[in-house]
């Protein structure tokens, strides 16, 4: 098994930052990659960011200039870094992660989410 645990999220001032945490753990050989995704209300999930093992990295083009997502790779975390905060990125933020385990299976892991709520 592997879980996801995000922290981080809550309420702030457009203009403001707020960092998201993601820390996975289980049976994990090695992960592939590392992604947050986000779902307002009334709205399809969208990806905001992956990062690779290979620490390449993709944004939507909403968050571009804006978000950075980062990994320690030794506490198996991904960070995601969000400045100047806009009330659109109100959603709840779901963490996710391709992992292979030891038998080498490839697992899409879900975190619970985490709302991030971005008043004006």
């Known amino acids: 098994q592997v879980q996801l645990v995000e922290s981080g999220g809550g309420l702030v001032q457009a203009g403001g930052s707020l960092r998201l945490s993601c820390g996975a753990s289980?049976?994990?050989?090695?992960?592939?990659?590392m992604g947050w995704y986000r779902q307002a209300p009334g709205n399809q999930r969208e990806l905001v960011a992956v990062?690779?093992?290979?620490?390449?990295?993709n944004y939507a083009d909403s968050v571009k200039g804006r978000f950075t997502i980062s990994t320690d790779n030794a506490k198996n975390t991904v960070y995601l870094q969000m400045n100047s905060l806009k009330p659109e990125d109100t959603g709840v933020y779901s963490c996710?992660?391709?992992?292979?385990?030891?038998?080498?299976?490839?697992?899409?892991?879900w975190g619970q989410g985490t709302q991030v709520t971005v008043s004006s």
């Open positions: 289980g049976s994990i050989l090695r992960i592939n990659f």
């Open positions: 990062i690779t093992s290979g620490s390449s990295t």
């Open positions: 996710y992660a391709e992992t292979v385990s030891y038998t080498q299976v490839r697992i899409i892991t």
